[in-house]
């Protein structure tokens, strides 16, 4: 059972326009959730978090919002460039849960130039 | 400049070979966590430990064991390994201190067992 889903296999946007990824999670325990960004041949890199005391955290062209009642979080890149061309993984874990971080499957985002 | 490094790359093995995969750390983190990617199923934890000769199971440890005998050094072992272990096999290391932790990862190694 997937604690942490990202339906989106693929998005693909043009440059300059908005890239909206979503997150979706099952475990109402989670309290803290990541985005990480990953090249291919490269691991993947933290890109930005938000603790669950938030709605909202903002980093540069990177937005993530988090809405606890509908289990669901997005990240926002406005705007798209096609250097943002990668796989992103959603991530969530709970303090005390262990030292675990659960991932999701990930969606390849493709910028068009 | 944080560094996770991964003992190679790329690695082709026979089945039924003792794989060794290496990952180390020079951020004097506390924790390190071996992942497999596979496509469709994003990273699945493997093992993890959180200190020095600790360990513990994550979420598909079959098939798999771990060492942790430094603190900068956690290594992964396919005792026996099968076709269905071809991957890629990500290690992550991080620390504990100030709450929650981001991981760090290192490059890779994608396994392929013919």
């Known amino acids: 059972d997937q604690q942490v889903k990202q339906n989106s296999p693929s998005l693909s946007v043009q440059e300059g326009r908005i890239s909206i990824l979503n997150c979706d999670y099952t475990?109402?325990?989670?309290?803290?959730f990541l985005w990480y960004k990953k090249y291919p041949a490269e691991g993947p890199t933290f890109l930005i978090s938000?603790?669950?005391?938030?709605d909202k955290n903002e980093d540069g062209r990177f937005t993530v919002f988090l809405n606890k009642s509908a289990k669901h979080l997005s990240l926002h890149i406005v705007p798209s460039q096609p250097g943002d061309s990668a796989v992103y993984f959603c991530?969530?874990?709970?303090?005390?849960?262990?030292?675990?971080?659960?991932f999701g499957a990930g969606t390849r985002l493709f910028v068009k130039a | 400049d944080v560094k996770v490094t991964q003992s190679s790359r790329y690695l082709v093995k026979r089945t039924g070979e003792k794989v060794f995969l290496e990952c180390v750390q020079d951020?004097?983190?506390?924790?390190m966590f071996w992942y497999r990617q596979d496509p469709g199923l994003g990273l699945r934890l493997i093992y993890f430990?959180?200190?020095?000769?600790?360990?513990e199971k994550g979420d598909i440890p079959e098939g798999y064991s771990v060492s942790r005998e430094k603190k900068e050094r956690f290594s992964l072992i396919l005792e026996s390994a099968s076709t269905n272990q071809t991957s890629m096999y990500l290690c992550?290391?991080?620390?504990?201190?100030?709450?929650?932790?981001?991981?760090?990862f290192g490059p890779g190694t994608r396994l392929l067992v013919l």
């Open positions: 992550a290391s991080s620390s504990t201190s100030g709450g929650q932790e981001t991981q760090y």
């Open positions: 475990n109402s325990m989670f309290d803290y």
């Open positions: 938000i603790s669950s005391i938030k």
């Open positions: 991530a969530a874990s709970a303090l005390g849960g262990g030292f675990k971080t659960i």
């Open positions: 951020m004097d983190h506390e924790n």
């Open positions: 430990s959180y200190d020095v000769k600790m360990k």
